[in-house]
């Protein structure tokens, strides 16, 4: 009976030692990479294709603000901008007379000059009509400068009408929700119907696929870490068993904090340690909030 008893205690002692050489490095809990998507315009929330536990693809058109007062707004700068260009006057038109008196003058001229090599001219004749020409042309560059100065001065005026078309087809972009990236939905802030200001929260989304155990560690496991090394995650099975997952350090604080209440570590007393953060690759079962161990596998 005495040596059952000590075999049993032998075999629990061992176990014990065995259970402390086999505790893990360190303990944290699953999160991901959430994104609060926001309104970015103000109005009644006319479309919303959003359910919470839904996959939406990224670049994905979930919802549409009323844009009416918009659509309106941009009308009325295009009736604002052709007003103008009304104003603006035809130039070739205008030249193109004193283009042709002055090609009128210049054969003109041949032909007085014809009749000066015949003496049947005089000099006079010829003087009169290169005054008559020189007098067409520089009516020609003044006209000609003072349409140019009226044309940019109507372009220029234009321009600020442009711009704030512009500005409104960037409000017309924004009253469209497009989820930014891909993932599930985990919380909806709001329904369909209701009056949203801009950066409102419409909804929350993360991307599942890629968890991270966010562990503590001490000061003396920290020169065992590195970012980019190759690591070990586990979970606890329903059996009571523990799952063994492939994890990468992703990260690593540069400063240390107070050990969190809810997180343990393997050194008893220790105050201070460091953040890390373990990248995993989720198969659907791993879950935000999800407590999990880290074994440093150098």
Known sequence: MKTTVTAISILTLLTACGNRENAADAYGNFESTE????????GRLLTFSVEEGMQLAANALVG????????????????????????????????????????????????????????????KQLDDINAAIAVLEKQYAS???????????????????????????EQLAQSRVINPVAGTVLTKY????????????????????????RAYVSGSQLPRLKTGQQVTVQTDMPDGSLKNWPGTVSWIASEAEFTPKTIQTREERVQLVYAVKVRVQNDGSLKIGMPGELRITQ
Not at 35 to 42: D, G, L, R
Not at 87 to 98: A, F, G, R, T
Not at 143 to 169: C, D, M, N, R, Y
Request: hydrophobic share 40%; aromatic share 2%; charged share 20%.
């Open 64 to 123: 549409g603000i009323d844009s009416v007062q918009l659509n309106l707004r941009k009308a009325q700068l295009g009736a604002n901008i052709k007003a103008v260009l009304s104003k603006k006057p035809e130039v070739n038109p205008q030249l193109e007379v004193i283009r042709q008196q002055i090609a009128t003058q210049q054969k003109e001229r041949q032909r007085i000059q014809n009749l000066l090599k015949a003496n049947a001219a005089t000099p």
């Open 143 to 169: 006209t000609a400068s003072t349409l140019h100065t009226q044309v940019s001065g109507i372009s220029s005026e234009t321009q600020p009408l442009q711009l704030q078309v512009e500005q409104v087809k």
């Open 35 to 42: 994104v609060i998507v926001s309104a970015e315009a103000t």
């Open 190 to 213: 709001v329904e369909k119907g209701e009056v949203v200001n801009y950066g409102k929260p419409l909804y929350k989304i993360a991307d599942l696929n890629t968890m991270y155990l």
